[in-house]
């Protein structure tokens, strides 16, 4: 034999080794002939089988399967111990004589041939076992709990005859299933809840027992299982028996036999919870076997199924430290097949639509969008992952599945990661799609704010497809508008002493930065006259944190823009709107909304002291105002001057010939009274009171 053989052969008997898979090796340096150069390593692997066996079932059916006399076994008493408990398994009844004879076992050893001595010989009576075991498989439907504690008592004092008593307990909790009182009560009566514990008590129970014997004593429980599920398969309710299937994930495959992977496919498509009792493996591998079709009822199901939130005990404050916990690791299993049968659809409805005509692509896109922006939140547990997002979206245009909204999207993610390439697939899809709207502004904004901020300069394929028609970046640029005023009462509120300074200062560092970052991007940005007020926004507040005096200054060039009279009554809105909906956590102690009332309240000061613009100011924006302050009283309480000062005004502008102004008058008056109904009434004097 050449050496570079040899050498090659002496490698790979040398990896098996070294990797642990000591049966391989045996046979290896057998039909090489060359065991007896390997002798320390030799006594070393039958040390390490032996003791395997000697420790774990699975080791001992391993050596049961694999040991020969041509693999050169040792002279050792384990090996001797473990050669005739082999034969004693394999039903020779003289192999108890050897058992009690050998001499020097290793305590692991001597204890398992106490167990197998403790079997006794009634377990080898043939023919009472027979007679014991004959109504399982003859009439398991009349099997109870007697039955297995007497082949329990037949098999002695042992580990078997305990874990068979234990199965026979838990069988008649499935006997009462079909009962009479049970199959009176119908569907109430069933539990899917119960029914999973009932089935994992059964695998506890039966695990352990020797393969042939565990399935011929489950043949009772499987009896109960099939006459439970016969009973309401005529009712033809495929949801609620798909969840019936789904509380026998172990007992099941048993019951329908050859047609369980068949009957389960099929039923996963109308339960969630079909899904969440299958092995991850086996419901990958239907994944990838499965039709389009099929997937696509399987994606529903399992969308449910995510989407079900578990349900918390405790307080109002019991969720407040839930950052500190790590995801559930079935919820983050079922997420990964999810995306992983998102990837198989995909690749199949992109394998149907290259033939498909014009029409119905455009069609495809606009069922398929909807739904893929729906689980968008279920693919990604992070918005701002733009190279997984990259990944999908281009999936999703070869596919033929991406619409208006997902080329928006792409828009922002391609240019975040530069791959121009998604681009231009973009621009082709929002060519003939139609057109966009404020709406589809206003999601892509709401949704994937993390891509574009602070980082602005990702939105310029929108600023320059859209710069024609300012309506649809007024929500985007209002949308930056909300959270720079975010980063800045943040700041603000960081910067407050005592304990709120501690518990807003949270992440104020990361805020600050997000700051700077935003006024160097919006600089970057001066060729667009649309960020204009924005950077004089940044300007007002060049510390980064919110101040009386900024708010003063942004108002003040507010009022210097010729929209000034639109201007107002939108800003205030803003600020009312965003009062409502301010983000209060339990530990915030309100310093948000403070915030918040204090620019309300610096602004209707600015109104007051600039008074003289209602002179001009068009009505309807004096009504809007007005409508806004009615819809939140608590702000007017103080503010009787100002009324009475614009109540003056509609009065001179109605004098002077503006009939309209009569119809804002009306409006304003009940919100003058007001404030002094509301004001307490002070005691009468003692002269007054004689």
């Given at each position: 034999?050449?050496?570079?053989?040899?050498?090659?052969?002496?490698?790979?008997?040398?990896?098996?080794?070294?990797?642990?898979?000591?049966?391989?090796?045996?046979?290896?340096?057998?039909?090489?002939?060359?065991?007896?150069?390997?002798?320390?390593?030799?006594?070393?692997?039958?040390?390490?089988?032996?003791?395997?066996?000697?420790?774990?079932?699975?080791?001992?059916?391993?050596?049961?399967?694999?040991?020969?006399?041509?693999?050169?076994?040792?002279?050792?008493?384990?090996?001797?111990?473990?050669?005739?408990?082999?034969?004693?398994c394999d039903g020779d009844d003289s192999a108890l004589r050897d058992l009690a004879t050998i001499k020097g076992l290793s305590p692991a050893a001597a204890i398992l041939r106490d167990r197998a001595r403790g079997w006794g010989v009634g377990i080898w009576d043939r023919n009472r076992l027979s007679?014991?075991?004959?109504?399982?498989?003859?009439?398991?439907?009349?099997?109870?709990?007697?039955?297995?504690?007497?082949?329990?008592?037949?098999?002695?004092?042992?580990?078997?005859?305990?874990?068979?008593?234990?199965?026979?307990?838990?069988?008649?909790?499935?006997?009462?299933?079909?009962?009479?009182?049970?199959?009176?009560?119908?569907?109430?009566?069933?539990?899917?809840?119960?029914?999973?514990?009932?089935?994992?008590?059964?695998?506890?129970?039966?695990?352990?027992?020797?393969?042939?014997?565990?399935?011929?004593?489950?043949?009772?429980?499987?009896?109960?299982?099939?006459?439970?599920?016969?009973?309401?398969?005529?009712?033809?309710?495929?949801?609620?028996?798909?969840?019936?299937?789904?509380?026998?994930?172990?007992?099941?495959?048993?019951?329908?036999?050859?047609?369980?992977?068949?009957?389960?496919?099929?039923?996963?498509?109308?339960?969630?919870?079909?899904?969440?009792?299958?092995?991850?493996?086996?419901?990958?591998?239907?994944?990838?076997?499965?039709?389009?079709?099929?997937?696509?009822?399987?994606?529903?199901?399992?969308?449910?199924?995510?989407?079900?939130?578990?349900?918390?005990?405790?307080?109002?404050?019991?969720?407040?430290?839930?950052?500190?916990?790590?995801?559930?690791?079935?919820?983050?299993?079922?997420?990964?097949?999810?995306?992983?049968?998102?990837?198989?659809?995909?690749?199949?409805?992109?394998?149907?639509?290259?033939?498909?005509?014009?029409?119905?692509?455009?069609?495809?896109?606009?069922?398929?969008?909807?739904?893929?922006?729906?689980?968008?939140?279920?693919?990604?547990?992070?918005?701002?992952?733009?190279?997984?997002?990259?990944?999908?979206?281009?999936?999703?245009?070869?596919?033929?599945?991406?619409?208006?909204?997902?080329?928006?999207?792409?828009?922002?993610?391609?240019?975040?990661?530069?791959?121009?390439?998604?681009?231009?697939?973009?621009?082709?899809?929002?060519?003939?799609?139609?057109?966009?709207?404020?709406?589809?502004?206003?999601?892509?904004?709401?949704?994937?704010?993390?891509?574009?901020?602070?980082?602005?300069?990702?939105?310029?394929?929108?600023?320059?497809?859209f710069r024609a028609d300012p309506s649809l970046l007024t929500y985007l640029i209002g949308n930056i508008h909300s959270m720079i005023d975010e980063i800045l009462v943040t700041n603000a509120m960081a910067g407050r002493k005592g304990l709120l300074s501690f518990l807003g200062g949270f992440g104020t560092g990361e805020r600050r930065e997000d700051f700077r970052i935003v006024r160097l991007e919006l600089e970057a940005l001066k060729?667009?006259?649309?960020?204009?007020?924005?950077?004089?926004?940044?300007?007002?507040?060049?510390?980064?944190?919110?101040?009386?005096?900024?708010?003063?200054?942004?108002?003040?060039?507010?009022?210097?823009?010729?929209?000034?009279?639109?201007?107002?009554?939108?800003?205030?809105?803003?600020?009312?709107?965003?009062?409502?909906?301010?983000?209060?956590?339990?530990?915030?102690?309100?310093?948000?909304?403070?915030?918040?009332?204090?620019?309300?309240?610096?602004?209707?000061?600015?109104?007051?002291?600039?008074?003289?613009?209602?002179?001009?100011?068009?009505?309807?924006?004096?009504?809007?105002?007005?409508?806004?302050?009615?819809?939140?009283?608590?702000?007017?309480?103080?503010?009787?001057?100002?009324?009475?000062?614009?109540?003056?005004?509609?009065?001179?502008?109605?004098?002077?010939?503006?009939?309209?102004?009569?119809?804002?008058?009306?409006?304003?008056?009940?919100?003058?009274?007001?404030?002094?109904?509301?004001?307490?009434?002070?005691?009468?004097?003692?002269?007054?009171?004689?």
């Open positions: 034999m050449a050496k570079k053989k040899i050498k090659k052969i002496r490698r790979e008997i040398d990896r098996l080794y070294q990797n642990g898979r000591y049966w391989e090796w045996l046979q290896r340096i057998q039909a090489e002939q060359i065991a007896d150069q390997y002798p320390r390593e030799l006594d070393q692997a039958w040390k390490s089988l032996t003791r395997k066996a000697l420790r774990l079932p699975a080791g001992l059916e391993e050596f049961r399967a694999r040991v020969s006399d041509q693999l050169n076994p040792p002279k050792l008493p384990d090996f001797d111990f473990l050669m005739a408990l082999k034969r004693l007679k014991l075991l004959k109504p399982f498989a003859e009439q398991p439907e009349s099997v109870t709990q007697r039955h297995f504690e007497q082949l329990g008592m037949a098999v002695g004092q042992s580990e078997l005859a305990v874990r068979v008593k234990q199965l026979g307990t838990e069988l008649p909790a499935f006997r009462r299933l079909n009962q009479r009182p049970t199959v009176r009560r119908g569907w109430n009566a069933i539990s899917p809840t119960q029914l999973k514990r009932m089935d994992r008590a059964v695998v506890k129970a039966s695990t352990g027992l020797p393969e042939a014997l565990r399935r011929l004593l489950l043949l009772p429980f499987c009896v109960q299982v099939s006459a439970l599920l016969r009973r309401f398969a005529p009712e033809r309710k495929t949801d609620d028996l798909a969840a019936l299937v789904a509380g026998f994930p172990f007992l099941f495959p048993l019951v329908a036999g050859d047609r369980a992977e068949e009957l389960t496919d099929r039923l996963m498509a109308f339960n969630a919870g079909a899904t969440t009792g299958l092995d991850p493996q086996d419901l990958k591998r239907r994944i990838e076997s499965s039709s389009l079709e099929d997937n696509l009822l399987l994606l529903n199901r399992m969308r449910a199924a995510l989407q079900e939130k578990p349900t918390r005990q405790g307080g109002p404050l019991s969720g407040l430290f839930d950052f500190l916990e790590g995801p559930d690791e079935d919820l983050k299993t079922r997420a990964r097949l999810f995306r992983s049968l998102y990837d198989k659809l995909i690749a199949q409805i992109a394998a149907r639509s290259k033939d498909l005509p014009s029409r119905e692509n455009k069609e495809l896109r606009r069922v398929m969008e909807p739904i893929v922006i729906g689980d968008l939140p279920l693919l990604f547990d992070d918005a701002s992952d733009g190279g997984r997002l990259a990944r999908l979206l281009d999936r999703l245009f070869t596919a033929g599945c991406a619409g208006k909204r997902l080329a928006l999207l792409t828009l922002l993610v391609a240019r975040r990661e530069r791959l121009s390439s998604l681009v231009a697939a973009a621009e082709q899809v929002l060519d003939q799609s139609s057109p966009v709207d404020p709406s589809d502004i206003r999601w892509l904004t709401e949704e994937f704010d993390l891509l574009y901020f602070p980082r602005l300069r990702v939105l310029i394929p929108l600023l320059d497809r060729e667009y006259p649309e960020l204009d007020r924005l950077r004089t926004l940044v300007a007002c507040f060049a510390t980064g944190r919110y101040t009386k005096e900024g708010f003063l200054g942004w108002l003040a060039y507010l009022r210097s823009q010729s929209d000034w009279p639109e201007m107002l009554p939108a800003e205030l809105r803003r600020l009312f709107h965003r009062r409502d909906n301010v983000d209060e956590g339990p530990l915030s102690f309100g310093i948000a909304l403070g915030c918040l009332d204090e620019q309300i309240s610096a602004l209707l000061g600015f109104i007051k002291q600039h008074s003289a613009d209602f002179q001009t100011m068009d009505l309807a924006a004096i009504q809007e105002l007005i409508r806004l302050l009615t819809a939140n009283e608590q702000f007017i309480r103080d503010q009787t001057i100002l009324l009475i000062r614009i109540g003056n005004i509609l009065e001179q502008r109605l004098q002077a010939g503006e009939a309209e102004a009569a119809t804002v008058q009306k409006v304003l008056l009940p919100l003058i009274k007001k404030p002094a109904e509301a004001r307490p009434k002070g005691r009468k004097s003692r002269r007054s009171r004689r």
